[in-house]
């Protein structure tokens, strides 16, 4: 059974950072790409950032370049991202993604079939 698994949501004030955390389990997961997708109230889930099979590329959506950083821990089993110079647009929830379809695009959400359950962030300003 797939499981992914995310944690280190919170709340912070605009201009601080958090670290998300995700693991996999259940999944080959050093031969699958990973990403980070957000929700907001309203809005579509979007694409943040997502790592290639092993880590070798990333890549981001432009509003997070500079300022966030995806990365993988392979020993153990576990997809990051590091959040600089949060501002109160990025308040949303937080999902990781995993086995993705060649073909789609990364950023939007159909390519990707296991999904964790989300955590919060919320930034206040």
């Known amino acids: 059974r797939v499981q992914l698994v995310e944690s280190g949501g919170g709340s912070v004030q605009a201009g601080g950072s958090l670290r998300l955390s995700c693991v996999i389990s259940?999944?080959?997961?050093?031969?699958?790409?990973m990403a980070w997708f957000r929700q907001g109230p309203g809005k579509e889930r979007e694409g943040v950032a997502i790592s290639s099979t092993g880590g070798s590329w990333t890549n981001y959506a432009t509003s997070v370049k500079g300022r966030f950083t995806i990365s993988q821990d392979k020993t153990k089993n576990t997809l990051y991202l590091q959040m600089n110079s949060l501002n109160p647009e990025d308040s949303a929830m937080y999902y990781c993604?995993?086995?993705?379809?060649?073909?789609?695009?990364?950023?939007?959400?159909?390519?990707?079939?296991?999904w964790g359950q989300g955590t919060q962030v919320t930034v206040s300003s």
């Open positions: 993604a995993a086995d993705f379809t060649p073909g789609g695009y990364w950023g939007s959400p159909d390519p990707w079939r296991y």
């Open positions: 259940g999944v080959t997961y050093r031969t699958r790409s």
